[in-house]
């Protein structure tokens, strides 16, 4: 018995096992989602780093642990308010988020380390906060693919609309 409720959206396999075509909006949808958790994150981490003077290798540690733990978090968080114990909770957000953090963690580090001056700049200065934000957006862009062909392939964020 197919119990759909309401989320007929959200199924992305067919009756015959092939994968149901993913949307570009699926993939947008997904990559937002992890966007958040690895934005609050990446900035929180980049904002200690910078305040308290850490060197760049030290900032960037930071933010990339940071973007781990709030990703996850924040997918935990919907998967637990299913009843979903916490041990297979967290499993089910490594599955989910690993792989589309770790883009955007690539993408927004490698931005912050390349824009000159971008990693020594002020918490006041512009440059800081510019390429920060240029950095997220263009990890969103280059990430959204990816996870339109991880939930095609029935993994990535697939994984956790099972339980919504």
Same mark, same amino acid.
């Given at each position: 018995?197919?119990?759909?409720?309401?989320?007929?959206?959200? !199924?992305?396999?067919?009756?015959?096992?092939?994968? @149901? #075509?993913?949307?570009?909006?699926?993939?947008?949808?997904?990559?937002?989602?992890?966007?958040?958790?690895?934005?609050?994150?990446?900035?929180?981490?980049? +904002?200690?780093?910078?305040?308290?003077?850490?060197?760049?290798?030290?900032?960037?540690?930071?933010?990339?642990?940071? @973007? %781990?733990? %709030?990703?996850?978090?924040?997918?935990?968080?919907?998967?637990?308010?299913?009843? &979903?114990?916490?041990?297979?909770?967290?499993? +089910?957000?490594?599955?989910? !988020?690993?792989?589309?953090?770790?883009?955007?963690?690539?993408?927004?580090?490698?931005?912050? +380390?390349?824009? #000159?001056?971008?990693? !020594?700049?002020?918490?006041?200065?512009?440059? %800081?906060?510019?390429?920060?934000?240029?950095?997220?957006?263009? @990890?969103?862009?280059?990430?959204? #693919?990816?996870?339109?062909?991880?939930?095609?392939?029935?993994?990535?964020?697939? &994984? +956790?609309?099972?339980?919504?």
């Amino acid at each position: 018995m197919d119990h759909d409720h309401g989320h007929g959206h959200h !199924d992305h396999a067919g009756h015959d096992g092939h994968a @149901a #075509p993913t949307t570009w909006r699926m993939a947008a949808q997904a990559t937002l989602h992890c966007l958040t958790g690895c934005a609050i994150g990446e900035i929180l981490g980049m +904002v200690i780093g910078t305040a308290a003077g850490l060197h760049n290798g030290a900032t960037v540690a930071l933010s990339v642990v940071l @973007a %781990f733990v %709030f990703g996850y978090a924040l997918t935990m968080r919907g998967v637990l308010k299913a009843g &979903v114990p916490l041990r297979q909770a967290l499993k +089910v957000a490594l599955a989910a !988020d690993t792989l589309s953090i770790a883009v955007m963690e690539i993408i927004d580090n490698t931005v912050m +380390v390349t824009i #000159p001056g971008a990693m !020594d700049a002020g918490l006041s200065d512009l440059l %800081f906060w510019g390429a920060l934000a240029g950095s997220l957006v263009l @990890a969103f862009v280059i990430t959204t #693919p990816v996870n339109r062909w991880m939930i095609g392939r029935g993994k990535g964020h697939a &994984v +956790v609309h099972a339980y919504h």
